[in-house]
């Protein structure tokens, strides 16, 4: 997995100029972490992604509502909703649809949990034609936490969410660390499908339309 050559902001294809940027972008991240100057000499919204096969930096590729796409190369697709990860596209295995009751915790704000909070939602995976699996979710509050992103510390809230899908024989653990104050997502470990977590890490964050 790796970055993309090509990026979009909102619904508008990027100059060549600015592909040529990302194609930059690409090249300083192959053998190096990225930094707070190389994050902040590209103009684009930036997340960290990295998985057992390897790690890239993401750009974000267009809102549509509430679903962030954000773009590798190699057709490499992540979709987040609230900062819960909703889908994938372009990986050896993806996560193709989650389907959320609509009064979930990530609509209400991760922040507001102070109790374990149960709840129910559906995942298709593939390969396999594993569809509409039913996966039991239980958040627990884990208490404050220091987060540090490219120098900068952030006061946080870690949210540990429990996994149960018996139908697929499945249990894992999703991790959140969240801001206090609007629940946004900073640091996330989440499940694409079974046996294969995603570490998500916010660069240069979008949050809306005051980002």
């Known amino acids: 997995m790796a970055i993309a050559a090509t990026a979009q902001t909102g619904c508008t294809p990027v100059s060549s100029a600015a592909t040529d940027a990302v194609k930059l972008l690409v090249s300083q991240h192959q053998n190096h972490a990225p930094t707070a100057a190389t994050v902040a000499a590209?103009?684009?919204?930036?997340?960290?992604?990295?998985?057992r096969d390897g790690q890239a930096v993401l750009i974000l590729g267009n809102v549509d509502g509430v679903r962030e796409d954000w773009y590798g190369n190699n057709h490499v697709v992540v979709f987040l909703?609230?900062?819960q990860l909703t889908g994938t596209a372009g990986l050896l295995q993806n996560?193709?649809?989650?389907?959320?009751p609509a009064n979930n915790p990530f609509t209400r704000?991760?922040?507001?949990?102070?109790?374990?909070?149960?709840?129910?939602?559906?995942?298709d995976w593939s390969p396999g034609y594993r569809y509409g699996v039913p996966v039991k979710a239980r958040f627990i509050p884990a208490g404050s936490a220091q987060l540090e992103i490219l120098?900068?510390?952030?006061?946080?809230?870690?949210?540990d969410e429990e996994l149960d899908a018996p139908a697929a024989g499945w249990h894992a653990t999703n991790h959140y660390w969240v801001d206090p104050a609007d629940g946004f997502v900073w640091k996330s470990v989440q499940q694409i499908a079974p046996g294969l977590p995603i570490t998500l890490l916010q660069l240069h964050p979008y949050r809306g339309q005051s980002s």
């Open 42 to 51: 590209l103009p684009y919204y930036q997340l960290a992604a990295s998985t």
């Open 81 to 83: 909703e609230h900062g």
């Open 95 to 100: 996560l193709d649809g989650l389907r959320q």
């Open 109 to 123: 704000g991760l922040q507001h949990l102070s109790v374990p909070t149960e709840y129910t939602y559906t995942v």
């Open 151 to 159: 120098g900068q510390v952030h006061g946080v809230l870690r949210i």
